[in-house]
């Protein structure tokens, strides 16, 4: 039987389609991209195990159970439990997904865990793996202890080696003495627009994401209330969509602004349809995040044509040029109340939104897979 098929495993992959798995939505993609190239099988999460038929493919779903994989911590001795039911279901089902023999190359989305149950299947049955990188692989579970050794054998033991931002390639490289190279990371969003995003007033303002202390979601609302009365006289609406574990922090700031008078508006998670209208609507895409490489979020903005308000952290003053936005000076509530009035003031550049774009596309990524695969082969 021929080796035909690439195993996807990965802690990321939509069960819903209410928006509230934004990396799932775009491991989706970058599925469905890579199905017209070559068959295709996923091992995800799920509630309990189970196979079903998913576009390009069939998806083997491992219990992991109805908490969200990242919101488990080893660092938490209380979470090793729920942790050992899902490494093992993980284990099970990579197993049961490659056991006919047709796998080709197992491609880990992301490090840990699933870069582990890759690197089971290719011990079993003698096929490669490669790993694909996010910042909580290094700037997170790297400093636990025993799960760093792990993490830095998994990734040297691989094949081929992505990270999805430049700063998270170098220090991956640095932690683990192994090589990554750069794979962005995005999702397939069509976004129209009925106008461009505005260069003058009044202004509306989005935050679309987790609403999480590394997305400074609590940062956005302290910055919103250092705003004078002068600079809400140049907005609209701020529109802050999303949910997490900061959401009890974010309603109460939203209720505090609404009832000084602000006008914001609050949604939950956002479907891919409902994230196309948004970003479709607003003027300036707000990233407050303490920490980040590339957000998902990023290429959606470059997908309507719309700038971006953002902190200074990991890739983003890399790649927001002149024209395409605004980097606050530092990390902080005041800092970005500054960077939000500076838009007030400039205009942005859709050319250079434009050419930025073209290195986010799942297709992209795709076929970088597969042509190393065939230069391989």
């Known amino acids: 039987m021929d080796k035909d098929v690439i195993l996807v495993i990965t802690t990321s992959y939509p069960s819903s389609a209410d928006g509230s798995e934004a990396a799932g939505s775009f491991v989706a993609d970058f599925v469905r991209e890579l199905s017209k190239k070559s068959p295709v099988r996923v091992v995800a999460p799920g509630r309990s195990e189970r196979i079903e038929g998913a576009s390009g493919g069939h998806v083997w779903r491992f219990a992991a159970g109805s908490r969200p994989l990242s919101l488990l911590s080893p660092a938490k001795p209380w979470h090793w439990p729920a942790i050992a039911v899902a490494l093992f279901s993980l284990r099970r089902q990579s197993l049961a997904a490659s056991r006919d023999g047709r796998v080709a190359h197992v491609l880990a989305l992301w490090i840990l865990p699933s870069g582990w149950a890759a690197r089971i299947v290719s011990k079993r049955h003698a096929v490669p793996y490669s790993v694909w990188a996010l910042g909580s692989d290094i700037w997170a579970l790297a400093r636990v202890p025993l799960v760093g050794p792990l993490l830095a054998k998994v990734s040297r033991s691989a094949m081929w080696r992505f990270a999805d931002g430049f700063q998270l390639a170098r220090d991956a490289e640095s932690f683990t003495g192994a090589p990554f190279d750069f794979l962005p990371s995005s999702r397939s969003l069509k976004v129209v627009r009925h106008a461009p995003a505005r260069n003058r007033a009044p202004f509306r303002l989005l935050y679309l994401g987790r609403w999480h202390f590394n997305k400074g979601t609590d940062l956005l609302l302290e910055a919103l209330k250092l705003l004078n009365e002068e600079d809400w006289t140049l907005i609209e609406e701020v529109h802050i969509a999303g949910g997490g574990p900061l959401e009890p922090v974010v309603r109460a700031g939203v209720e505090a602004l609404s009832r000084a008078g602000r006008p914001i508006r609050l949604s939950g998670y956002l479907n891919s349809a409902e994230a196309s209208r948004a970003l479709g609507r607003a003027d300036r895409l707000l990233l407050p995040s303490r920490i980040e490489?590339?957000?998902?979020?990023?290429?959606?903005?470059?997908?309507?044509?719309?700038?971006?308000?953002?902190?200074?952290?990991?890739?983003?003053?890399?790649?927001?040029?002149?024209?395409?936005?605004?980097?606050?000076?530092?990390?902080?509530?005041?800092?970005?109340?500054?960077?939000?009035?500076?838009?007030?003031?400039?205009?942005?550049?859709?050319?250079?939104?434009?050419?930025?774009?073209?290195?986010?596309?799942?297709?992209g990524a795709a076929q970088r897979i597969i042509e190393l695969m065939r230069g391989h082969s």
């Not at 998902?296 to 002149?322: H, K, T, Y």
């Not at 990390?331 to 838009?343: G, K, N, P, T, Y």
């Open 293 to 363: 490489s590339i957000p998902v979020v990023f290429s959606d903005a470059l997908c309507a044509a719309l700038p971006i308000v953002s902190m200074p952290v990991g890739d983003i003053p890399e790649l927001i040029r002149p024209g395409m936005g605004w980097v606050a000076s530092g990390v902080s509530a005041v800092e970005f109340a500054d960077a939000i009035r500076a838009s007030f003031q400039d205009g942005h550049d859709e050319s250079e939104l434009s050419r930025c774009l073209k290195l986010f596309r799942p297709e």
